[in-house]
């Protein structure tokens, strides 16, 4: 059986390698010259099973009026004229009660703890090298609130397996030194031991690599204008336009959607209504300076949402959602936020002025619970709408597809599609 897959971001890439590793023969198609040019060129790079919970969760709605008009705001809604965003946004709101908040963290933690196996044993069998270091990840917390809430958090994440110490201030600092700058404002931590970090673009980039090499065919500056169908409904092929212009059609008996924020206007021609939205995130990559005072240990921030990790002799530094439709401009007074956060919470450790700036859409479903399994059409399936745990969640989605497309359930409690 020959398979189309429709991208080649992190869900792409790996939903190949799975499938290759399932005996089926797998095309891909993106349409960028090589891998991991779009969301998943400069993630915040944790993997991050310790943070099953949604951003849609019972907190959310008086926490995001608070933050109205701030400029720095760590979710910042910016309405368009677009109803696909107001549609979103209400379906956010329902995903907020707190059954299904609860709900959606149970599904992504158990998935998340799923995927962080299939990552660890891919890495062993292939030696892939993408800066990842296995040092946890640490939580940050800078009030007394937030920080009265961390033993609970513990607790519930206990609940699904999963490790994660409360820590004095003191412990946090000997977890990782680099904290000693910010001893006077930190108040405690949460770390998680069993996570990582790592350069989601290189491990994407080195994986199809091995896609390619395994005798995959990569389409590459093709972009897909539609998705044909046959006499009888089901999925033919794509139509795709070439680098020169041309329109071709790539045949195949299936395809799986990996587009990211844009597989939902794709196949909406196919009466499949996906609920995904672009949630726009930004990054700064700087070099180290100071390797002593650059954190090793990935960090969240869990006050300003943001996230920090170590990639070799460079420090990454994530943040910030902003409802603002399909506009990946990179805009100064959202990433001066992170810029701000660098500078004050490790002076001197980066070299600020040699920053590289990104921004990068989030394919975000309300719940933060990724569509996997089968669309309505027959022939297409679906591994997309991975939100702020795509790198997190990579791995066990095509790996969890892979098993579906082959016939078997995969042994982990998600409510996969059509199942
Ligand atoms: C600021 C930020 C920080 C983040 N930090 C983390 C983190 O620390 N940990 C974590 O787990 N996750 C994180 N994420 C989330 C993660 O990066 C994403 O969930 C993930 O990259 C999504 O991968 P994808 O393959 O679905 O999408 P993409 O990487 O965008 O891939 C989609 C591909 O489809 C192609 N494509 C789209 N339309 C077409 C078309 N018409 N024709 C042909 N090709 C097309 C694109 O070129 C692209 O290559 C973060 C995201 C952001 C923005």
């Known amino acids: 059986m020959h398979v189309l897959v429709l991208g080649a971001g992190l869900s792409g890439v790996t939903t190949a390698w799975y499938l290759q590793q399932a005996g089926f023969r797998v095309s891909v198609v993106d349409r960028q010259p090589e891998a991991a040019r779009e969301t998943s060129f400069a993630n915040g790079g944790q993997i991050s099973v310790s943070h099953p919970e949604p951003w849609a969760n019972p907190g959310a709605p008086v926490q995001i009026l608070r933050w109205l008009g701030r400029d720095d705001a760590p979710l910042k809604f910016r309405p368009t004229r677009d109803p696909a ?26 998935l998340a703890t799923w995927s962080a196996q299939r990552l660890r044993a891919l890495r062993a069998e292939l030696g892939l090298e993408y800066e990842q270091l296995e040092r946890g990840i640490l939580h940050l917390f800078y009030s007394a609130g937030e920080f009265a809430e961390a033993p609970a958090r513990a607790r519930s994440l206990a609940g699904f ?7 004095s201030r003191d412990q946090c600092l000997a977890i990782e030194p680099a904290l000693a700058a910010q001893s006077g404002v930190l108040v405690g931590g949460l770390y998680a031991p069993g996570d990582e970090s790592g350069d989601a673009c290189r491990f994407t980039r080195a994986l199809a690599a091995r896609v390619a090499a ?7 500056n093709c972009s897909i204008e539609r998705i044909c169908t046959g006499h009888d409904g089901s999925v033919t092929g794509v139509e795709v336009r070439t680098a020169e212009g041309g329109l071709q059609t790539l045949r195949a008996d299936a395809c799986v959607l990996c587009l990211g924020s844009y597989g939902p206007r794709l196949v909406a021609t196919l009466g499949e209504r996906l609920p995904i939205y672009p949630v726009k995130g930004y990054s700064i990559t700087a070099p180290v300076l100071d390797p002593a005072r650059a954190p090793s240990v990935s960090l969240t921030d869990e006050s300003r949402r943001i996230v920090c990790s170590r990639l070799g002799d460079r420090l990454r530094i994530a943040g910030t959602a902003e409802l603002n439709g399909f506009d990946t401009q990179v805009r100064p007074e959202r990433i001066a936020g992170i810029l701000e956060w660098a500078q004050r919470r490790f002076p001197g450790a980066i070299d600020i002025a040699r920053a590289e700036h990104w921004a990068g859409l989030r394919p975000a479903t309300p719940g933060n619970v990724p569509l996997i399994g089968r669309g309505r059409t027959p022939g297409l399936w679906l591994n997309t709408g991975h939100g702020t745990l795509g790198w997190t969640l990579a791995c066990g ?3 969890a597809l892979a098993e579906l497309m082959s016939g078997r359930r995969p042994a982990v409690a998600f409510p996969f599609l059509r199942g």
């Open 85 to 110: 965003q107001w549609l979103w946004g209400a379906r956010f709101l329902l995903e907020c009660l707190p059954w299904r908040a609860h709900r959606n963290t149970r599904a992504i933690a158990a």
């Open 161 to 167: 397996g999963i490790e994660a110490q409360v820590c």
């Open 214 to 220: 395994a005798g995959a065919q990569m389409h590459w």
């Open 397 to 399: 989605s095509a790996a």
